[in-house]
């Protein structure tokens, strides 16, 4: 079945830097746009970056650009946040989410706190 899984969250401090990684599982991988969305407490899901199929472009947050890079390795079926200069209005639970025409796949998510 189709799994996305999430890892690599954590408490940094402000200014710090943290990967999230995506690992996917029960779909063809290269063939998906793959993104980072993020929720933070009492907001609406937002999207963080998204980046295409092959790798060829990648989109981001105005929030985020210049200090967030996505990235692919489709020999992994794996997606990357890096994440620098982390802010603490970047505290939020991040998701990873996978689409092509009709269909979405989503991962449960990993938590992202910054704070000191």
């Known amino acids: 079945q189709v799994q996305l899984v999430e890892s690599g969250g954590g408490l940094v401090q402000p200014g710090g830097s943290l990967r999230l990684s995506c690992a996917a599982s029960?779909?063809?991988?290269?063939?998906?746009?793959m993104s980072w969305y993020r929720q933070a407490p009492g907001k609406e899901r937002e999207l963080v970056a998204r980046?295409?199929?092959?790798?060829?472009?990648?989109n981001y947050a105005d929030s985020v650009k210049g200090r967030f890079t996505i990235s692919r390795d489709d020999a992994k079926n794996t997606v990357y946040l890096q994440m620098n200069s982390l802010k603490p209005e970047d505290t939020a639970v991040y998701y990873c989410?996978?689409?092509?025409?009709?269909?979405?796949?989503w991962g449960q998510g990993t938590q992202v706190t910054v704070s000191s």
């Open positions: 989410n996978a689409r092509l025409a009709g269909y979405s796949y």
């Open positions: 029960g779909f063809t991988f290269s063939s998906y746009a």
């Open positions: 980046i295409t199929s092959g790798g060829g472009r990648a």
